[in-house]
């Protein structure tokens, strides 16, 4: 075996103080990855006066444990980020607030109980077998070794995957014409405009939000399409199948209440949206780290080689679950989470004024240097065995934390555990020669060149 080699993969270097604000807005914009100082990642609790509201940045596990669970009803998701998302996903569960956030949620939640995640692992493992042969005879084509974005490929395979699992009728699309409808919403109105940076008023034309309308039209269509042919139907009498679309119809509230039609369309937008491109991430990041880590990789292909007759189960595969968790820790899908604070509070002997804009940053926690041993350092060896009992709560949280952790929590892990299990044990992945990797947030953590891997066949 392998002896494990420091590997410290690639992230923006943090400045030594603190931006001015034009600097800020400019950055903010390109790459809010690289607004972090040195201070951010040793301190627990910082307060900031900015030019146009005050901000806290909490790092401190007991502080967010406050935030996100004991006084939650304090802290409510503030008005840029939702500016931010509302324009493609709505009012859905990700983007609503308050009681219309709790209704929603408690509708939702009996799909995404254990036991119908457990059902699903068998599409799952359908999907990524289908993946794993198209990807194969690509590289069969190609004398066994053919140079792919990951990046794309595993959005394609995350699509497949939701066709398969939570969309069971087909999303009626081409996937790469979905591919591309996220890919522009991401550079479009998934950046943030200096109009709403600088606070100014929702009226005022901004141009990320012209030049996305035609995304958000397509996506329209599709979503509409399908909402109208199931609803067809369930009216006939037909037998639907018991997938997400047919729960989000049936659905009713303790009130009797169905979901609106807004809401159904919105809930579908965000579970497609989110469900395929924070897993499709978390799976090229992976793959990426595992190929600048031969002890791990070598380790991780050892295990699955184990397992590669079992069941689509994922429980006897600890060492790929560290992998994916260290993974999901050096790039969180959703790198910061705010909040406004309604009312003045106290948090860990720390006042917060009302209006104070509260932002839980992952990637900031998940590489302070206060809760982690070389915080920079690529090592699921943290996730496993003592060392993983050792991880204060709330000091990893690439789900979110409290009432808002993401209810996909369980799909998602599911579904890369299977996907890794069936690419690993056919393919070895290779960076390509010269490919520069960079993160950058396009409300997801994406890498900013895409990923081409060399892609053998084992």
Same mark, same amino acid.
């Given at each position: 075996?392998?002896?494990?080699?420091?590997?410290?993969?690639?992230?923006?270097?943090?400045?030594?103080?603190?931006?001015?604000?034009?600097?800020?807005?400019?950055?903010?914009?390109?790459?809010?990855?690289?607004?972090?100082?040195?201070?951010?990642?040793?301190?627990?609790?910082?307060?900031?006066?900015?030019?146009?509201?005050?901000?806290?940045?909490?790092?401190?596990?007991?502080?967010?444990?406050?935030?996100?669970?004991?006084?939650?009803?304090?802290?409510?998701?503030?008005?840029?980020?939702?500016?931010?998302?509302?324009?493609?996903?709505?009012?859905?569960?990700?983007?609503?607030?308050?009681?219309?956030?709790?209704?929603?949620?408690?509708?939702?939640?009996?799909?995404?109980?254990?036991?119908?995640?457990?059902?699903?692992?068998?599409?799952?493992?359908?999907?990524?077998?289908? @993946?794993?042969?198209?990807?194969?005879?690509?590289?069969?084509?190609?004398?066994?070794?053919?140079?792919?974005?990951?990046?794309?490929?595993?959005?394609?395979?995350?699509?497949?995957?939701?066709?398969?699992?939570?969309?069971?009728?087909?999303?009626?699309?081409?996937?790469?014409?979905?591919?591309?409808?996220?890919?522009?919403?991401?550079?479009?109105?998934?950046?943030?405009?200096?109009?709403?940076?600088?606070?100014?008023?929702?009226?005022?034309?901004?141009?990320?939000?012209?030049?996305?309308?035609?995304?958000?039209? #397509?996506?329209?269509?599709?979503?509409?399409?399908?909402?109208?042919?199931?609803?067809?139907?369930?009216?006939?009498?037909?037998?639907?199948?018991?997938?997400?679309?047919?729960?989000?119809?049936?659905?009713?509230?303790?009130?009797?209440?169905?979901?609106?039609?807004?809401?159904?369309?919105?809930?579908?937008?965000?579970?497609?949206?989110?469900?395929?491109?924070?897993?499709?991430?978390?799976?090229?990041?992976?793959?990426?780290?595992? @190929?600048?880590?031969?002890?791990?990789?070598?380790?991780?292909?050892?295990?699955?080689?184990?397992?590669?007759?079992?069941?689509?189960? #994922?429980?006897?595969?600890?060492?790929?679950?560290?992998?994916?968790?260290?993974?999901?820790?050096?790039?969180?899908?959703?790198?910061?989470?705010?909040?406004?604070?309604?009312?003045?509070?106290?948090?860990?002997?720390?006042?917060?004024?009302?209006?104070?804009?509260?932002?839980?940053?992952?990637?900031?926690?998940?590489?302070?240097?206060?809760?982690?041993?070389?915080?920079?350092?690529?090592?699921?060896?943290?996730?496993?065995?003592?060392?993983?009992?050792?991880?204060?709560?709330?000091?990893?949280?690439? #789900?979110?934390?409290?009432?808002?952790?993401?209810?996909?929590?369980?799909?998602?892990? @599911?579904?890369?555990?299977?996907?890794?299990?069936?690419?690993?044990?056919?393919?070895?992945?290779?960076?390509?020669?010269?490919?520069?990797?960079?993160?950058?947030?396009?409300?997801?953590?994406?890498?900013?060149?895409?990923?081409?891997?060399?892609?053998?066949?084992?």
């Amino acid at each position: 075996m392998l002896e494990p080699s420091a590997f410290y993969p690639p992230a923006p270097t943090p400045h030594r103080a603190p931006l001015g604000p034009l600097a800020l807005l400019l950055t903010i914009r390109r790459n809010v990855l690289d607004i972090w100082t040195e201070a951010d990642f040793r301190l627990p609790i910082q307060l900031r006066k900015t030019i146009v509201d005050r901000r806290a940045l909490i790092s401190d596990p007991v502080a967010i444990r406050h935030i996100f669970v004991d006084n939650a009803r304090n802290y409510e998701k503030n008005e840029l980020q939702l500016r931010l998302l509302r324009p493609a996903l709505g009012v859905g569960l990700v983007t609503a607030n308050g009681d219309a956030w709790r209704r929603q949620r408690q509708m939702l939640a009996p799909f995404f109980s254990p036991p119908r995640m457990n059902a699903l692992a068998a599409a799952q493992d359908a999907a990524a077998a289908q @993946s794993a042969a198209r990807i194969a005879a690509v590289a069969q084509a190609a004398n066994g070794d053919r140079t792919l974005d990951i990046a794309d490929e595993m959005g394609r395979l995350t699509l497949e995957i939701l066709e398969h699992t939570l969309f069971s009728a087909g999303l009626d699309y081409v996937p790469s014409m979905f591919q591309k409808t996220v890919a522009q919403y991401l550079e479009t109105l998934g950046r943030l405009d200096y109009l709403d940076l600088i606070g100014m008023p929702d009226w005022l034309p901004r141009w990320n939000r012209f030049k996305g309308r035609r995304t958000l039209r #397509f996506a329209a269509q599709v979503v509409d399409g399908m909402i109208d042919a199931r609803r067809r139907m369930l009216d006939s009498g037909e037998s639907a199948p018991p997938d997400l679309l047919t729960h989000l119809l049936s659905a009713r509230d303790p009130a009797g209440e169905a979901l609106s039609t807004r809401e159904v369309h919105d809930n579908i937008v965000t579970f497609i949206g989110a469900g395929h491109e924070t897993s499709a991430n978390a799976l090229t990041w992976t793959l990426y780290l595992l @190929s600048q880590s031969p002890h791990w990789r070598a380790r991780v292909e050892a295990e699955i080689d184990t397992f590669a007759h079992e069941g689509p189960h #994922f429980a006897d595969l600890p060492l790929v679950r560290a992998v994916i968790e260290e993974t999901l820790r050096l790039y969180p899908p959703i790198p910061m989470m705010s909040r406004i604070a309604r009312e003045a509070d106290a948090v860990s002997g720390v006042t917060i004024p009302a209006g104070t804009i509260v932002t839980v940053a992952p990637y900031v926690l998940h590489r302070h240097e206060t809760l982690w041993r070389e915080p920079n350092r690529f090592d699921p060896a943290r996730f496993l065995g003592e060392q993983r009992a050792q991880i204060a709560r709330h000091a990893w949280l690439p #789900f979110g934390a409290g009432g808002r952790t993401c209810i996909g929590m369980g799909f998602a892990m @599911s579904e890369m555990i299977v996907v890794l299990r069936h690419l690993l044990r056919r393919f070895r992945f290779d960076l390509a020669p010269g490919h520069p990797v960079m993160p950058q947030v396009r409300v997801t953590m994406r890498p900013q060149y895409g990923m081409k891997m060399r892609v053998r066949l084992r």
